[in-house]
Every structure is written in structure tokens, then in C-alpha cells.
């Protein structure tokens, strides 16, 4: 059962436009919410997480927007630049479950020069 | 520091064989994950241990699949037979159990032929 659905697969942008993945969980015992960036070639590598006490967590370009009521997550690139193209994951965990991740389907942005 | 470092990289072997897969954590780290990733099902977690000792291994396809960490900077995971629908990229990560970051390696890329 997939418990972490991601959107859209595939997200082309312009420069200096904005980025939006969404994710929807079904799980309301997770208790952290990250968000990994993967290059071709490349394993993922964190980008941004967030905890659900907060409703938004901002680093640089990237935000995440957290809604707890409505179990979903969204990421949110500013500014995208071509070097932002690459693979998002959103993902999930459980409390005491040893940060054991369950990934979205992933989301291939391509940000266009 | 160096990362979770995987080998090989890359693979290609024939229907049948055996194929083993290694992985060195980061030092330090206690948790240490096995995750497939293919087109069709994303990233999937097979095997997560938690100091050494296999936690959950239900994500683990069959029989077919074995995964070993002898100690704490060292793990292995087995495919024998190979079969062409094993092809995918394979990545450990590892973790501090206490806390929620997964660093991933570069992955191991199977070709079953």
C-alpha cells in the first residue's frame, strides 16, 4: 500500500519560475516529513525536512508548506535554476521506526534556461 | 568524511548467477538500509538494520534475496539466482538510529541479462 502519493511525475519550469510538488500521506502517525533531491548517477541526498508541529519551514529557495488536517506537503522551489533539474522525493516517517523511509513516486523538474 | 560507499557500481551478469552487493556505512552510524530503485515502483525499502541486526525484512522480494551485516562497517546483500526483473539500481544508506537523516551511497547498478 502506497502511503506517501506524490505530484505531479514530471514538472517542466522556466527559469526564475516557481517549482510545486505535492504530497499526500495517509498515515497520520508520521512524524517527519523530508524532502531529497537526486541527480542522475547520484544517490538522494536531503534537501529539507519538515516536523508537523510547523506549518512551514523555509532554507534558501526551498520551502516546505506542511497541512496537517489535510495530510499534505508541498515543496516549493523559488527562483528554480537550470542546476535545480533533477529527481524530488518526498518521504515519511514513523516515531521510533529508526528513520525508516517511504517515499513518494518522485517528481522530474526540469528547470528550462 | 567519506560517505556510504557501495560496490560495484556497476554490474552486468548473465541470468542465474550469484551477485553480491557491498556496502560500508558511515562510521558511526547504527542503522543501515537497503533500498531498489527501478522505473516502475520508485524506491523501495528491502532490508533495514538497526545495530547490526536485521529489523524488518518484509520489503525483501523472496527467498532469492539474502542481506548480511557482519558488523558495524560492513553489509552485504545476495541475489542468486539473478533474474532479469532484479535489474535496478540498489543503494544502502545509513543512518543514526536517533536521528532522521539517511545518507545514501552512489548505488549499485544490476543489469541482468
Known amino acids: 500500500q502506497q502511503q506517501v502519493k506524490q505530484s505531479p511525475q514530471s514538472l517542466i519550469v522556466q527559469k526564475g519560475g516557481i517549482s510545486i510538488i505535492n504530497c499526500a500521506y495517509e498515515?497520520?502517525?508520521?512524524?517527519?516529513f523530508p524532502w531529497y533531491q537526486q541527480f542522475p548517477g547520484k544517490g538522494p541526498a536531503l534537501l529539507i525536512a519538515i516536523r508537523p508541529d510547523v506549518s512551514e519551514k523555509k532554507e534558501g529557495r526551498f520551502t516546505i508548506s506542511f497541512n496537517k488536517s489535510a495530510k499534505q506537503f508541498s515543496l516549493h522551489i523559488m527562483d528554480s535554476q537550470p542546476g535545480d533539474s533533477a529527481t524530488y522525493f518526498c518521504a515519511a516517517t514513523l516515531p521510533a521506526s529508526g528513520s525508516r523511509l517511504t517515499f513518494g513516486e518522485g517528481t522530474q523538474l526540469t528547470v528550462n534556461p | 568524511d567519506a560517505g556510504v560507499i557501495q560496490s560495484p557500481r556497476h554490474e552486468v551478469t548473465e541470468m542465474g548467477q550469484e551477485v553480491t552487493l557491498r556496502c560500508k556505512p558511515i562510521s558511526g552510524h547504527n542503522s543501515l538500509f537497503w533500498y531498489r530503485q527501478t522505473m516502475m515502483r520508485g524506491l523501495e525499502l528491502l532490508i533495514y538494520?538497526?545495530?547490526?541486526?536485521?529489523?524488518?525484512d518484509s520489503g525483501m522480494p523472496e527467498d532469492r534475496f539474502s542481506a548480511k551485516m557482519p558488523n558495524a562497517s560492513f553489509s552485504t546483500l545476495k541475489i542468486q539466482p539473478s533474474e532479469p526483473r532484479d535489474s535496478a539500481v540498489y543503494f544502502c544508506?545509513?543512518?543514526?538510529?536517533?536521528?532522521?537523516?539517511?545518507?545514501f551511497g552512489e548505488g549499485s547498478w544490476l543489469t541482468v541479462v
Open positions: 498515515n497520520t502517525a508520521f512524524d517527519y
Open positions: 538494520f538497526n545495530n547490526n541486526v536485521p529489523i524488518d
Open positions: 544508506a545509513s543512518s543514526y538510529s536517533a536521528g532522521n537523516t539517511i545518507y
